[in-house]
DNA sequence: AAAGGTTGCAACCGCTGGTCT
DNA sequence: CAGACCAGCGGTTGCAACCTT
């Protein structure tokens, strides 16, 4: 085994899909569920790792899964959940049925981000200024700078003083985040609300979804109370303060976490 | 028409936290 | 209680398709 679980490598294969390996994956787990996602691909007869054959099954072809463009509907709701939760793409996944978090994680960097950044002509004349800044804390980075500092602002997770920095470093960043503070626009979340979004009432984002289902709703009562008495005192709490949430595992959320078996019916359960 | 830049999306990487032994 | 194993999560990357100059 290695660090990460995964076994030994028998040269495994990694990059798209072939169509015979998508056939080979969905026909076994379609009789056979999955126990252990490890033992699938040697099962299966792919060389591929358990992971890779976790995420094509959930992202691409579980039962149930909508494809082709968000409706305006989908959009709204992710824009209103990203406000409240930032980002929790599995969290908000779970109020979009048939989505995954990667493709609303996707959607959001490539559409929504934009959008919201238009609808902000205050906070778009900040990220300006940090970015034409000669000095800029951000002045690299492959892809549209604007949006990538907008990242940076509404997250507060990355700096870019640490250009390496990485998904493993994160739990160091209350550290960074205080030490780093002075680098920052501070934005606190309840000006952030207040000012970029006047109107909207979060609680809203929970209650008028028809998707939601009553063991959710009872699940998310003290989420929904949290984000309605803006009980946060920054963006910073939103990101990192967690402790109040309940477990992902505890809304059951079978679709979205792709925890699902088949019974002898062939039904998916 | 071609070259370079940008975008969209699938897939990977590495960390975290839960469970089991 | 500690360590190993594993699933899940979020950030990042690679690359094909598309767009702009």
């Known amino acids: 085994m290695t660090k990460s679980g995964e076994r030994p490598k028998q040269r495994q294969r990694k990059g798209l899909w072939s169509p015979e390996e998508d056939q080979k994956l969905k026909s076994f787990i379609l009789s056979r569920g999955h126990a252990c996602w490890t033992t699938v691909p040697i099962l299966a007869g792919l060389q591929r790792n358990g992971k890779s054959c976790r995420l094509r099954w959930i992202n691409y072809l579980r039962p149930g899964l909508k494809r082709g463009s968000f409706s305006e509907e989908e959009e709204e709701t992710i824009l209103t959940l990203h406000s409240s939760l930032g980002n929790k793409w599995s969290r908000i996944a779970k109020y979009l049925p048939g989505r995954t978090d990667n493709e609303i994680k996707n959607y959001w960097h490539s559409y929504l981000k934009k959008r919201w950044l238009k609808s902000q002509p205050q906070l778009k004349s900040q990220i300006s200024d940090l970015t034409e800044s000669p000095s800029s804390l951000l002045s690299c980075g492959k892809r549209n700078l604007e949006t990538e500092t ?120």
């Not at 920095?165 to 960043?173: F, I, Q, V």
């Not at 780093?180 to 909207?200: D, Q, R, T």
């Not at 803006?230 to 709490?237: F, G």
């Open 150 to 269: 907008l990242d940076h602002v509404i997250s507060f997770q990355k700096f870019s003083e640490n250009p390496t920095s990485s998904p493993s470093k994160e739990s160091n960043n209350n550290n960074m985040i205080m030490n780093n503070s002075n680098n920052l626009p501070k934005l606190f979340f309840s000006e952030w609300i207040s000012s970029s979004n006047p109107h909207i009432d979060y609680s809203s984002a929970f209650t008028d979804s028809k998707h939601i289902n009553e063991t959710q709703d009872q699940i998310n009562e003290e989420e929904v109370m949290m984000i309605n008495n803006n009980n946060y005192s920054s963006l910073e709490d939103v990101m990192l303060r967690t402790d109040f949430l309940q477990p992902d595992h505890e809304y059951a959320n079978y679709y979205s976490s792709g925890d699902f078996f088949i019974n002898s019916d062939q039904n998916y359960v």
